[in-house]
């Protein structure tokens, strides 16, 4: 099945960094998902982007589809950016399509 | 407010009971989704159900059960027969397979 890999697994910033976190994928999608784990476990949806790049505050997204990779940027990070960050793909994968298959995640602490 | 619930929040559950989890959506959305999620790691997919009266299994069904007679929702039973069920449950929900995906508070098993 297809193999989702994040990097870097942790990564600690002082307040006011900025950051790449990076989701590489070895299979064709058509869903791509990005997530912040808070401390209490909720999933916040981030980006939805199989391709392209989008933007939404400090925070923004690529997805290079030919090349399999997405990249999360993350900019003057706050200390309540610390979590977990999850990248998600889907894809025409035999009898399983279109649901997401999860990456491990990068654990981000942003200290003041 | 639109959203999706999950209860309970924690669940203690003796070994040998099954227990069943709560998940209801009130998006109107055609999919939803069950995922487990251990410590450190990503999450995973037990079942799937793309329209009412039809539901799928993901990669770790093993040992769990689910039904779906509503559109809003979608409970997910851990039965006996599941060998290591203390984790995180989280429940999810889309228009369709493959678009983007909404996820509940989530519930935390423990098996004692």
């Known amino acids: 099945g297809i193999q989702v890999e994040q990097s870097p697994p942790d990564l600690i910033l002082q307040e006011g960094a900025n950051s790449t976190l990076r989701c590489n994928f070895s299979?064709?999608?058509?869903?791509l998902q990005w997530f912040h784990q808070n401390p209490w476990g909720q999933l916040i949806n981030l980006f939805y982007?199989?391709?392209g790049t989008k933007q939404n505050g400090r925070l923004s997204a690529t997805t290079v589809a030919t090349e399999r990779y997405s990249l999360l940027y993350i900019s003057s990070s706050q200390t309540t950016d610390s979590g977990v960050y999850f990248c998600?793909?889907?894809?025409?994968?035999?009898?399983?399509?279109?649901?997401?298959?999860f990456g491990k995640g990068t654990k981000l602490s942003v200290k003041p | 407010d639109g959203g999706i619930t999950q209860s309970p929040k924690y669940l203690f559950r003796k070994e040998g009971q099954n227990v069943t989890l709560s998940c209801e959506q009130n998006?109107?959305?055609?999919?939803m989704y069950w995922y487990r999620q251990d410590p450190g790691q990503g999450l995973r997919l037990i079942y799937y159900?793309?329209?009412?009266?039809?539901?799928q299994k993901g990669d770790i069904a093993e040992g769990y059960s689910v039904s779906r007679e509503k559109k809003e929702s979608f409970p997910l039973t851990v039965t006996s027969a599941q060998k290591n069920p203390t984790a995180f449950y989280l429940c999810?929900?889309?228009?369709?397979?493959?678009?983007?995906?909404?996820f509940g508070p989530g519930t935390r098993l423990t098996v004692l």
């Open positions: 999810a929900s889309s228009m369709g397979q493959g678009n983007e995906q909404f």
């Open positions: 299979d064709s999608v058509n869903n």
């Open positions: 982007i199989p391709s």
């Open positions: 998600a793909v889907g894809g025409n994968y035999g009898g399983s399509q279109g649901n997401l298959i």
């Open positions: 998006l109107n959305h055609d999919a």
């Open positions: 159900s793309q329209i009412v009266n039809d539901f």
